[in-house]
């Protein structure tokens, strides 16, 4: 499986965005759910983790799981939502979480631990749920700042700079990477 480093991400990142107040962290991947950090540090919340990025919404991170005293590129992803504290392997290394996300997003991931119907039919039609955000967003009052064609876009082109591929089997692999921390 291919192999991304925390550092290309970020670079890339940094690539689209830079702010001197907001260093420590990139809000160019937000409107996807990808708050990134320059240097992942250790989640206290979450045993054997170090945050690299969250979604910016009750405080749901992404981690590297260590099973080793340091990261590697192999290192696997886990999911930590504080409320309840659960973790969820979201993908073999980086790269797999990325292609987990790269049609829909990140946000939405966390459906995953409060309604694992809804995560597998969101992540396994995309077009469909594109088009239900299409038809709330014409419903609401409200502008939204990070149009729908802006989520897309960055999706495109963080796809194509890492070529991504999304998951096939989603529901099948999602239940076999919750082996890793049972173990």
Not at 32 to 43: A, D, K, M, R, Y
Not at 129 to 149: H, P, V, Y
Request: a negative charge.
């Amino acid at each position: 499986m291919k192999a991304i480093r925390h550092e290309e991400l970020w670079e890339f990142a940094q690539k689209m965005e830079y702010t001197d107040e907001d260093a420590y962290r990139s809000g160019a991947l937000d409107a996807i759910g990808l708050l990134l950090h320059e240097v992942p540090f250790e989640n206290h919340r979450c045993e054997n983790c170090l945050q690299f990025a969250g979604t910016g919404g009750d405080f749901i991170t992404y981690n590297y799981w260590l099973e080793q005293p340091f990261l590697s590129q192999t290192a696997p992803i886990i999911m930590h939502i504080p409320i309840p504290d659960t973790k969820i392997v979201v993908g073999e290394n980086l790269y797999d979480f990325l292609c987990l996300g790269c049609e829909l997003g990140y946000f939405y991931l966390s459906n995953y631990a409060f309604s694992p119907n809804d995560f597998l039919n969101m992540y396994q039609h995309p077009e469909a749920a594109w088009k239900k955000f299409e038809e709330e967003e014409l419903e609401s009052l409200e502008s939204d700042e990070l149009s729908l064609a802006r989520k897309r876009q960055l999706l495109t082109l963080l796809t194509e700079k890492f070529e991504l591929h999304p998951w096939n089997n989603i529901g099948d692999k999602m239940l076999k990477l919750q082996e890793i921390i049972r173990v």
